[in-house]
């Protein structure tokens, strides 16, 4: 269970890697959004080739992380806890969905317009790290 845990941690790390990438990339080539990308880099440079660095930043930070959260759901030996909602450990899930709500509300604050992504980004976490990386650990 436990290569088959951390496989599944790098692998819901970089699923969520190629959805960051997505959203960045639609936050860095929006019109209203152009003039604060521009004071960080150059404004020939087009949005769109921004998703270069981007996949390749999110890659990186995100299968980290998904290897670090494996390694603390095995440490703190989460799967033989209660299950809930179809995770094998409910406890995993309710941390998972905290830690997904952390920065919705700064987020919300940065940009109401963008709501919709900050949630499907939140719930994507919950998804992947809450739910399919301990039921991908179990098999």
Partial sequence: M?????????????AMAILSTFAL??????PALQ???????????PGALLAVPISIGTGVIWTMLGLILASLYILGDFADMQ?????????WLLLMAALAWLPVPVLWLISRRL???????????VGLFGWAMPLLGER
């Fill in 83 to 91: 299950p809930a909602l179809g995770s094998p450990s409910g406890p």
């Fill in 35 to 45: 003039k604060h990308v521009q004071r960080i880099f150059d404004p020939e440079v």
């Fill in 2 to 14: 436990t290569i088959n845990t951390i496989i599944a941690g790098w692998a819901a790390g970089y």
């Fill in 25 to 30: 990339t639609y936050i860095a080539v929006q």
């Fill in 115 to 125: 709501w919709w992504l900050w949630l499907s980004m939140s719930v994507s976490f």
